[in-house]
Every structure is written in structure tokens, then in C-alpha cells.
């Protein structure tokens, strides 16, 4: 095929100047006295064009991001546009020579423009016919990127670009006599086979050979390239899957006129033309183009790492269009064993009950997120378990954490020096707390059973008695309460109401128009936990502990790299301490009961688990949700069970774990423990036991 280059200056400026001189004459005969001429409509076309070719040069055509794990196995792509970009000798000869024949014969011979085109053209729109089409391939280039990349979000400009005008044949001619001027034919070619649309959200050869047959555009054969070539005219009509006959009439027409171009014998013509149209079923296969098409383990953890992304200055456009590779921290083992350990728990279809798991790895520079699973899978039909809610990080567990929450009121006491781990609590079996509230005297708690009193604090996380800790919350203050929750990690939902989304100031309830941390300044019942709260979060407070009392944001990013490789920063929260060592160590150490001696000890056991660990279990009053909390050898974990649908009961254990009226329902111990002792478990098969920090000494008695 001729690859025909000319010199830039006869490319350029005569074909242009030929074209202002003959809109000029028709102008001034046809439509306006001669005065107007060629000069002025030369200069109206001129006035916008070398802003827009500034935009055309600056703008990159949109192309899919892919997501990975850790291991760079892609897990989901993000798309505005499906876009596979392809070289020029990276597309075969067939898809060139088809596009050739049935667009622009005379491509590799004209400078950019058809003069005898425009002049039809320009007849007719001057006569009041309608404009022809008379677009060469580098004016279809020329307008494509203009509707396709430069204005792809901007309806009324794209009107603008599709305008039936000869102002907007002429603009666009200039530019492509601009293009041909400083492209060579072949990236001319390359480039408009590369924006093109191909119907729906498939643009580019690249995309629409994969999506349409699921090849590589350097692969396609003769009928496959006709068939994508005869589609450019009109994706709608020639769309081979709505309108089968259509595309292959037009397909067979297209292999017709390569014939006539010289492009193949007539002798294959036949042949080409009598095979199928060979598309892959139920297409055009793409993927979503969200992290809705994730796989069911790493949906949830796909959803939050590009809300991370977009908090850290990234828009959802820019992420859906960049190109980029972005790496994440997810490990592929990790994941899958987490959510083998929950569909186990809880059937994915389970009616009204999620189950939801999130592993974080601590560190004192940095919060890796290593997993983000539930038996839900992150998807639009509720028939099949799936929720588009990114139940894992959102503070979607509006029941709460239950008394795993009393991890905060025990390291404010520690802080404040309000008590230490040796420290008896008064613990009766109930007590009526003063409370400024002008509607009760007092606010009435109940130990579910019968514990000890006095109970020391190191105890009390083993066995998790309701009074004793509301005590020590009234006696340390709400206040350091709840900036430890903060501090340690419950950042985001501490930003929620009290149904765990944005404040609603307009709303007149404190309940829905004050954030968390603004709303239980005055209630005491923050400390067992009845409140929404996001399981990742969690996870991240056992992480906060286990990095000797640093906190870090949970990162869900490795690296961004942009579409020629280049790395990307990614703006981040930096970690700080928010505890002493000292009392990140001692509530480690009085977190280490509850698998041995505490409330998870009897589903440690039918685990067969030995392992030195930390954990703590929360009960909602009704059963409605549970959790457990804690971390074993560099994974920090939170397990919740909690109702999820539209009718809420208490959750009973069982197989599987299910809605009813059980009497005595679930608890923390017997229903989101035994996913934390199934899933660790198989991923430390044979990995040494690594001990948990003995207590500090200066932080065993109440120092104030």
C-alpha cells in the first residue's frame, strides 16, 4: 500500500488557501454581496480554529484504567470510553486497506481534504440543499476527536461539532489540512482508527476487536476488518448483534470495494464474503467498566480504592479516562481465604444477613489493606447476594460494633490515668448513671449474666460486663472517649450520623443532623457499641495497637503509573503516633484473654485455636449485629454478622447463621469469630506464633 508523504508547505497552506477561495466565490454569489468574499469567511473559520487544534494537540484520548492486586493480576477496568490503543504497525493491513476503500479512497494521495468533495458540498449548502458529506478520513479524524476526546463532556459543544454547516466543514477541513501538514498517512490513519466509535462504549480497533471477535487488531482477517469497517458509517444501524442482516450487507459492500480499490482479488471476494460473521456470543464483550465487574472477592475492596483515590485529588473522570495502572495492596490469598471463611459463615444469598471481613496489615509507616471481603459480592442484583454499597468501609453496619467499642473507653482510662489494666471497676449487676438529659434522670444499665465486683479492667475485655465500662466512660468523660475512637481509627464514621451518613443540618434531629462525635458527647451508651460504624475501621483500630499506637490511614494503593509508565503521586494522610507505646502495649496485653478465657474462648477452642492473639467481641442489645475485633501474627481483623435487610431481627447462629426469634441470639464469640479462627488459621499453617507485648508496668494501677 503507498505510503505517499508530501513536503508540509504544499500539504499545508495551498489546499486551504484553494478551499477559503471557493467558499469565498460561492459566498458572495450565492448567499451575501460580494463584499463578504472569501476574506471574511476565511477569517470567521480562522478565529476559532488554532484554539481548537491547541485543544486537539493537548488532549488525550480517554483509555481504560486497570486495577490490580498486589501481584499486578488485573482485578477490574475503569472506563468512560472502552479503548485498547494501537500502533500503526500494530493494525493489520486488512483493517486499513477495508477503512481505505469504503471511507476515503483517495487518502494517501489527497493533502487532507477532497477538494472535488467540498465544492459538491459547498453547492449544495450555499443552494439551500442538504450538505453533503464529501469527509475525508483526516476530517473524520479531525471531528471524531472533537466529539470523542476534546468535548466528550460537553453535549452542547458536541452539538457545535456535528453542526450542519459549511462554517463547520470548513473549520474542520482546516484542520485537517493542519494535521496532514504535521502527521505522517500511516499515524493519521492510526490515529483516527483509534478514536473512532464502534458503537456503545466500544471505541478504537483495539476495543472493538477484542469486544467484537477477541482478537488483537494486528490479527483481523478480511471479514472481520469489512465488518468493522462498514460499522464507522453508523454504529446503530450496523450494529452486528441488533441488526445482523444490516451489518452483513454493509460488511459485503465493504469487501466489494476493496475489490475495486485494488486492496484484494476478486477471486477471495467470494470466499470472504460467504463466511459468517464469526462474533462472540452475547456481545460485544467488554468488561463493566466499574468495579461492579470485580471478582466477588475483590469488588468491595476495588470500590474503596478508587473513593481513596478521589479523596486523595483524583476525579472519577480522571480515573475512568487516564489510563492508568493502578496497584493495589489487595493479596490474592489473603482475599480469597477471607472470603471462603464468610460465604462459609453466611450464604451469599443469605435473606437479611451480611457478613462482612477486613483485614489490615499494621505498620508504623504505613496501613496496608490486604483484604476487603463479605458474603455479599459487590453487584446490582439483590437476588443474588449483591449490594452496590461498599458495605466493608462505609459505616454501613448502622447496628453497631457492640462492646468491641469499650477498646476505646479502656484506652482512654489508660491514657487519662483514670485506670490502669489491674484496676478494679465497680461492677454491679445494674446501675442508674447521671446523665444531662432534661427527659431522664439517670441512663439504667444491665450486665447481661453475673461477673464479678469489683472486676478488674484486664478482666472486663475478657468478659465485657456492660457496667463496669459505662462507669469508667462516665468517669474518664465522653469527650476523651471519643477523641481516642478517633484517634485510633474511627475516622470516617465518627463523621456520620447516627445512620451512618452525612450529617443533615436541616434535618432538626440531633440524631441525623449532628456527626457522631457530636452526638454522643452526652450519651453513655457509645461505649457498647449501638451505633453505626465501618468494619475497615475496625480492622484499622486493632492495626492502630498492633503498630505500638500508630495510626495510619488503611491504604489500599501500591502505586499509580499512568499511561506511559510514569509513576503518579498519590497524596496521602501521613501516620502518627496517637497512643504511647506503653499503652498500646498493655491493651494488646489485656486484649490477649478474650480467645483464651473471654467471650471467644469456647469458638477458639472448637477451632482448635492456640495461637497468642488479641480479640474483642461486641453483641448489639437485639442481636442485630455482632463483631469481633482483634489481630494475630501482623493481620489486624474485623469480623461483623449484621442485618442487612429491610426488615431487621435478631441474627441466631446456626448452619448457616440466619434470622430469627431465637430467644438468646447470636453473640460476637459464637457467630463472627469462627470466620477470624477459619481464615487465619489456614493462612498461618505453619507460620511461628509471634507473642503479644507484655504489659508496661506504668500502666497496671490508676495514676489519677
Request: charged content about 15%.
Amino acid at each position: 500500500m503507498p505510503n505517499v508523504e508530501f513536503v508540509k508547505r504544499r500539504r499545508g497552506v495551498v489546499p486551504f488557501a484553494g478551499l477559503c477561495v471557493l467558499a469565498g466565490i460561492l459566498v458572495a454569489g450565492t448567499v451575501a454581496p460580494a463584499a463578504i468574499g472569501a476574506g471574511l469567511l476565511s477569517n470567521q473559520v480562522s478565529d476559532s480554529v488554532d484554539a481548537i487544534s491547541a485543544q486537539l494537540a493537548a488532549a488525550d484520548p480517554p483509555l481504560v484504567t486497570t486495577v490490580t492486586d498486589r501481584d499486578g493480576t488485573p482485578i477490574a477496568t475503569l472506563y468512560a470510553q472502552y479503548r485498547l490503543p494501537a500502533t500503526a504497525a500494530g493494525i493489520a493491513t486488512t483493517m486499513k486497506a477495508a477503512i481505505i476503500a469504503v471511507e476515503d479512497r483517495r487518502f494517501y494521495t489527497e493533502g487532507g481534504v477532497d477538494m472535488q468533495g467540498m465544492l459538491r458540498a459547498a453547492v449544495n449548502d450555499s443552494t439551500g440543499g442538504a450538505l453533503q458529506g464529501a469527509s475525508t478520513i483526516t476530517q473524520q479524524d479531525v471531528k471524531n476527536y472533537l466529539i470523542n476526546v476534546v468535548d466528550r463532556n460537553d453535549p452542547a459543544a458536541q452539538q457545535a461539532d456535528r453542526e450542519d454547516s459549511l462554517a463547520r466543514k470548513l473549520r474542520e477541513a482546516k484542520m485537517a489540512v493542519q494535521l496532514n501538514a504535521t502527521m505522517s498517512k500511516d499515524d493519521i490513519l492510526a490515529n483516527y482508527l483509534n478514536v473512532v466509535e464502534f458503537n456503545g462504549t466500544v471505541y478504537g480497533v483495539g476495543a472493538a476487536a477484542k469486544a467484537y471477535f477477541g482478537t488483537t487488531p494486528d490479527k483481523l482477517t478480511v471479514p472481520q476488518a469489512a465488518l468493522l469497517a462498514g460499522m464507522v458509517n453508523n454504529p446503530s444501524i450496523y450494529n452486528p448483534y441488533a441488526h445482523p442482516d444490516k451489518a452483513l450487507q454493509r460488511r459485503n459492500l465493504v469487501i466489494d470495494d476493496m475489490v475495486t480499490n485494488g486492496s484484494i482479488p476478486a477471486s477471495y471476494a467470494a470466499t470472504a464474503k460467504a463466511a459468517p460473521l464469526g462474533l462472540l456470543p452475547n456481545g460485544p464483550a467488554t468488561p463493566s467498566g466499574t468495579c461492579l465487574g470485580a471478582a466477588p472477592d475483590a469488588g468491595f475492596f476495588c470500590a474503596y480504592a478508587e473513593s481513596y483515590l478521589v479523596h486523595a485529588g483524583f476525579t472519577a473522570d480522571r480515573l475512568a479516562t487516564g489510563g492508568y495502572t493502578i496497584k493495589t495492596t489487595l493479596d490474592p490469598r489473603v482475599s480469597q481465604v477471607a472470603k471462603d471463611a464468610v460465604d462459609a459463615n453466611v450464604p451469599t444469598t443469605q435473606d437479611g444477613v451480611a457478613n462482612t471481613f477486613a483485614v489490615v496489615q499494621p505498620g508504623q509507616d504505613g496501613h496496608q489493606v490486604l483484604a476487603m471481603v463479605a458474603n455479599r459480592n459487590y453487584g446490582t442484583d439483590p437476588a443474588r447476594g449483591e449490594t452496590s454499597t461498599d458495605i466493608v468501609a462505609d459505616a454501613s453496619n448502622e447496628f453497631g460494633a457492640g462492646s468491641s467499642f469499650k477498646i476505646f473507653t479502656s484506652a482512654a482510662a489508660l491514657v487519662t490515668g483514670k485506670a490502669g489494666l489491674d484496676t478494679p471497676l465497680p461492677n454491679p449487676d445494674s446501675q442508674c448513671f447521671p446523665v444531662p438529659d432534661a427527659h431522664a434522670s439517670c441512663y439504667t444499665v444491665h450486665n447481661d449474666g453475673h461477673y464479678a465486683d469489683p472486676i478488674t479492667l484486664a478482666d472486663g475485655l475478657a468478659t465485657s460486663p456492660n457496667v463496669a465500662f459505662v462507669g469508667l466512660e462516665s468517669q474518664v468523660g465522653m469527650p476523651a472517649v471519643l477523641d481516642m475512637a478517633y484517634k485510633l481509627g474511627l475516622r470516617t464514621t465518627l463523621g456520620t450520623n447516627d445512620a451512618g451518613r452525612t450529617p443533615d443540618p436541616k434535618s432538626g434531629n440531633p440524631q441525623y443532623s449532628e456527626p457522631q462525635s457530636q452526638y454522643f458527647r452526652d450519651l453513655l451508651s457509645f461505649t457498647l457499641g449501638n451505633s453505626p460504624v465501618s468494619p475497615l475501621e475496625m480492622a484499622n483500630v486493632s492495626a492502630t495497637l498492633m503498630s505500638g499506637g500508630v495510626w495510619c490511614p488503611p491504604d489500599p494503593i501500591l502505586s499509580v503509573t499512568d499511561r506511559n509508565g510514569n509513576a503518579v503521586p498519590v497524596a496521602q494522610q501521613a501516620c502518627e503516633r496517637v497512643v504511647p507505646q506503653g499503652v498500646a502495649d498493655t491493651l494488646e496485653a489485656g486484649l490477649s484473654k478474650d480467645t483464651t478465657s473471654g467471650t471467644s474462648a469456647e469458638a477458639a477452642h472448637a477451632a482448635g485455636w492456640t495461637r497468642p492473639d488479641i480479640g474483642k467481641t461486641g453483641t448489639t442489645q437485639l442481636s442485630e449485629s455482632v463483631a469481633f475485633v482483634g489481630g494475630v501474627d501482623g493481620y489486624a481483623v474485623s469480623s461483623m454478622v449484621f442485618a442487612d435487610g429491610p426488615h431487621p431481627r435478631e441474627i441466631c447462629p446456626g448452619t448457616p447463621v440466619h434470622l430469627g426469634d431465637c430467644g438468646h441470639g447470636a453473640f460476637g464469640g459464637t457467630v463472627a469469630a469462627p470466620p477470624y479462627f477459619h481464615a487465619m488459621s489456614r493462612l498461618l499453617a505453619g507460620v511461628p506464633d509471634q507473642p503479644i507485648p507484655a504489659a508496661d508496668p506504668a500502666y497496671l494501677a490508676a495514676r489519677s
